[in-house]
């Protein structure tokens, strides 16, 4: 999206995201984020209040719990592959777009009280829409009656190290590339759920 298209909130967000990935939390002033979006520290203060809230506001505007509730409640075709192929695309398109985010997260948590708390309600949310899907497929008969929250929980994590992997500029796993892997550990996955 182009910053002159961006209302001054947005412009202070992705500001912040930029320059505190590029220099961390404590190495940003307000005044640097502000002028980086080309306003002042006044417009930042009365948007926010203070960086952490800036940061605060970015990671729950930019992370993936709306567009993931929005999907399951919209496109979901109850047919066990093609739905989670379509979660796990979903979630890797939201999680890559928001790197840089993500990054912050893991670097700074220390530095920012309750930070931690915070991140974490995402994937909380979508645990929480994994496992009600994996209990709505059971009850139609098209999974096999399971722990629904533990294979939620396993989804998500095979699909979150991918994305680690992948963070890491594929430092660990070089031949393992996304694109099969998404096509190959949905397929395993829905076969073993399938009755």
């Given at each position: ?14 500001a912040a995201l930029n320059l505190i990935a590029e220099k961390g939390y404590n190495g940003v002033t ?166």
């Amino acid at each position: 999206m182009e910053n002159s298209k961006l209302g001054s909130g947005e412009k202070l967000l992705v500001a912040a995201l930029n320059l505190i990935a590029e220099k961390g939390y404590n190495g940003v002033t307000t005044l640097e984020i502000a002028t980086a979006a080309g306003l002042s520290e006044k417009t930042l203060f009365r948007h926010f209040g203070s960086k952490q809230k800036l940061l605060e506001a970015a990671f729950d505007r930019y992370h993936y719990a709306e567009e993931m509730k929005k999907l399951f409640s919209e496109k979901l075709v109850w047919d066990l592959e093609e739905d989670l192929l379509l979660v796990s695309k979903t979630y890797h398109e939201i999680m890559n777009r928001n790197r840089k985010m993500i990054q912050i997260s893991f670097k700074e948590e220390s530095q920012l009280p309750g930070f931690r708390e915070r991140t974490h309600r995402h994937p909380l949310q979508l645990l929480d829409i994994l496992t009600n899907y994996f209990i709505t497929m059971a009850e139609k008969g098209k999974i096999i009656p399971v722990d629904p929250e533990a294979h939620a929980f396993a989804f998500m994590m095979m699909h979150f190290g991918a994305f680690m992997n992948d963070l890491d500029s594929h430092k660990y796993y070089a031949s393992i590339s996304l694109e099969p892997f998404i096509q190959n550990s949905v397929k395993i996955f829905a076969r073993a759920l399938k009755p």
